[in-house]
């Protein structure tokens, strides 16, 4: 259903093989150029905005499209910090360190996940929701490795002389590259085998085990994925940012990352560029309007924005599309109606109608015509 959602905002022009090469191409071109000609403060935040995307990408990995909920993303986001910031200030390797900022929090991620999957039902969201909370104390307490409650910092990511560049055209360039990886990779999994798998098991686990798909084995999958992914951002946060503390691994950044996903479209990679975009940007944007009801505000446009697209933000092309298009048949009923409610039954997986969406009992088929033949006549000879 996820990978269904990606091909429903397309337009037809992009199915075209030298148009999505040609988009392919400018992407690069632009990633290449713009951190030379943009300031110091716009490279800083796209910078922020590539480090919490790829952080809301592996929590899409295993909401969006494996349909469990996690509320512990930033959890692993924080370890792969602080295991990047120890290894730094060791004197390790940085590719060492990258590697292992990714693999122990993705070794965690499996351990939590082997014990949590088989529960079923919600009872993985528990055990996430215990994440952040266990994670901020035990930060505190481990001082020789993460620093205390002061935190740690670890200054790597210069610019090295031979390229010329400022450190933050430096940064940059890093998020893109591995930041950019990690979008390729992910999109070729959820559209590939792993991908129908983990629609299969987020639609319906019955199903699934009848196909012989195992839930629990994709489920552990999808979370180990997630957590490697949150190890990436984690690195990642350490090369653009450089200190990182308790307050990293805090369960209210966990509750952003979530609304950030919801806000840029669940199952789909380019809504979680869109979800990082919301979570660096949206606290800006609400600072300069009212530093004093800052978190109301993020409420209440969240509240709106749900409301009118209960797709998220990626779900906006083909809003307008269906707009075109019931304006032009004159259909009745009202073309915003009648889009809205069709993105809140493509919003859960496997219903084609809101009916559907809400379990309401599929409108019974009149009964076919019968036809009786008429009654033999009697002929009198």
């Known amino acids: 259903m996820a990978a269904n959602t990606d091909l429903s905002?397309?337009?037809?022009?992009?199915?075209?093989?030298?148009?999505?090469?040609?988009?392919?191409?400018?992407?690069?071109?632009?990633?290449?150029v713009l951190p030379l000609m943009l300031p110091e403060f716009a490279n800083q935040t796209i910078a922020r905005i590539g480090v919490f995307a790829v952080a809301v990408l592996g929590?899409?990995?295993?909401?969006?499209y494996t349909g469990q909920v996690s509320l512990g993303q930033i959890?692993?986001?924080?370890?792969?910090?602080?295991?990047?910031?120890?290894?730094?200030?060791?004197?390790?390797?940085?590719?060492?360190?990258?590697?292992?900022?990714?693999?122990?929090?993705?070794?965690?991620?499996?351990?939590i996940a082997l014990a949590a999957a088989r529960l079923g039902g919600l009872a993985i969201a528990m055990v996430t929701i215990a994440l952040p909370i266990i994670g901020v104390p035990l930060a505190k307490r481990l001082s020789d490795f993460t620093?205390?409650?002061?935190?740690?910092?670890?200054?790597?990511?210069?610019?090295?002389?031979?390229?010329?560049?400022?450190?933050?055209?430096?940064?940059?360039?890093?998020?893109?590259?591995?930041?950019?990886?990690?979008?390729m990779l992910t999109r070729n999994l959820v559209r590939g085998k792993y991908g129908r798998a983990f629609a299969i098991v987020k639609g319906n686990e019955a199903v699934a085990g009848s196909l012989g798909v195992s839930p629990y084995r994709f489920k552990v999958l999808a979370f180990t994925i997630a957590s490697l992914i949150g190890g990436v951002s984690g690195f990642l946060y350490m090369v653009v940012i450089q200190y990182t503390s308790p307050e990293t691994l805090h369960f209210g950044h966990s509750i952003e990352l979530l609304a950030s996903m919801v806000i840029g479209g669940a199952g789909s990679i380019?809504?979680?560029?869109?979800?990082?975009?919301?979570?660096?940007?949206?606290?800006?944007?609400?600072?300069?309007?009212?530093?004093?009801?800052?978190?109301?505000?993020?409420?209440?446009?969240?509240?709106?924005?749900?409301f009118i697209l209960p797709g998220g933000l990626v779900s906006l092309p083909s809003l307008w599309r269906r707009r075109g298009r019931d304006a032009g048949s004159g259909r009745p009923g009202?073309?915003?109606?009648?889009?809205?409610?069709?993105?809140?039954?493509?919003?859960v997986a496997g219903s084609s109608t809101v009916g559907d969406a809400l379990g309401a009992?599929?409108?019974?088929?009149?009964?076919?015509?019968?036809?009786?033949?008429?009654?033999?006549?009697?002929?009198?000879?």
Request: net charge negative.
């Open 9 to 32: 905002n397309r337009s037809p022009l992009l199915e075209r093989p030298w148009v999505r090469w040609a988009v392919i191409g400018l992407v690069i071109v632009l990633m290449i």
């Open 59 to 64: 929590l899409n990995v295993v909401m969006g």
């Open 75 to 111: 959890f692993f986001v924080g370890v792969g910090a602080y295991v990047t910031a120890f290894g730094v200030n060791a004197d390790w390797n940085v590719v060492l360190v990258f590697v292992l900022a990714c693999l122990v929090p993705a070794v965690i991620g499996l351990v």
């Open 147 to 183: 620093g205390g409650s002061q935190g740690t910092s670890a200054r790597f990511s210069g610019a090295p002389e031979w390229t010329g560049l400022y450190d933050d055209q430096w940064q940059l360039y890093i998020v893109f590259l591995i930041g950019g990886i990690t979008f």
């Open 270 to 306: 380019l809504g979680s560029l869109l979800g990082g975009v919301w979570y660096v940007l949206l606290p800006q944007v609400t600072n300069l309007i009212d530093p004093n009801i800052t978190a109301m505000l993020q409420g209440a446009i969240l509240l709106v924005v749900l």
């Open 334 to 347: 009202g073309p915003v109606g009648g889009a809205m409610k069709a993105d809140a039954a493509a919003s």
């Open 361 to 381: 009992p599929s409108t019974p088929s009149p009964p076919p015509p019968t036809t009786q033949s008429p009654p033999p006549s009697t002929t009198q000879s």
